[in-house]
């Protein structure tokens, strides 16, 4: 059985999150074991990990280094053991080296580059960023399940956005009046900016890759 632990630090969609992870879990058929926690020595012994987030940066970071020994445990299991990491939303910022919302804080410095406040060159575009848009590939990847993926309709909120400092980190971009970030993978880590959890089948599709992913 692999044990997939959904990072619960008081900041994230976790029912939808969780119901959507168990869903792709049944279509795919293999025993995965999805759990909800906060408990370091679960994180830190589990198959793969799924970072969620809602809402800003240092808010997020603060919660998160608030739950002692959670961001050692993830190290551990991430960086020392090789386990396969999803970020979503927020949860992709904070693989960042640093996020500029409210002032400038640090983040975990995965996937190197600064996470930035949107800004539109077209002024009819609001932010918040809020609803569908399509994906526009940069490299093929598992999770994005090849060409299939290209144009896909992804659901996406937020007001900040990842600028990575290597392009080769980029998996694929949106466009909200400029290109966005809109998903990353360097070796075992990956994150994305839209929320598969509320992109009905094709984010389920993105899960399930997940889940079976063997970076």
């Not at 999803?86 to 640093?98: D, E, H, K, N």
């Not at 060159?121 to 060409?147: C, F, I, T, Y």
Request: contains cysteine; proline residues 7%; aromatic residues 6%.
């Amino acid at each position: 059985m692999s044990r997939v632990a959904l990072i619960d630090y008081g900041s994230g969609n976790l029912r939808s999150a969780e119901k959507a992870l168990v869903e792709a879990a049944r279509q795919s058929g293999a025993n995965h074991q999805i759990e909800v926690t906060y408990d370091p020595d679960r994180v830190a012994g589990a198959d793969r990990i799924v970072l969620p987030g809602v809402g800003a940066f240092a808010a997020c970071w603060a919660l998160l280094h608030g739950r002692p020994g959670l961001v050692e445990a993830m190290t551990e299991a991430v960086k020392s053991r090789g386990a396969p990491f999803l970020g979503v939303c927020v949860g992709l910022q904070l693989l960042a080296t640093r996020g500029l919302e409210f002032g400038e804080t640090p983040g975990l410095d995965w996937i190197p580059g600064e996470v930035r406040r949107l800004h539109p060159s077209d002024h009819a575009l609001k932010v918040p960023h809020m609803g569908w848009n399509a994906l526009q590939l940069d490299r093929p990847h598992p999770l994005l399940g090849g060409e299939a993926a290209e144009g896909a309709h992804m659901y996406f909120t937020h007001s900040y956005a990842l600028h990575a400092a290597d392009p080769a980190d980029v998996l694929a971009w949106t466009d909200h009046g400029g290109p966005v970030v809109a998903a990353v993978a360097r070796d075992n880590v990956a994150g994305v900016q839209f929320h598969p959890e509320k992109s009905q089948g094709r984010g389920l599709r993105l899960l399930g890759d997940f889940l079976e992913w063997r970076p």
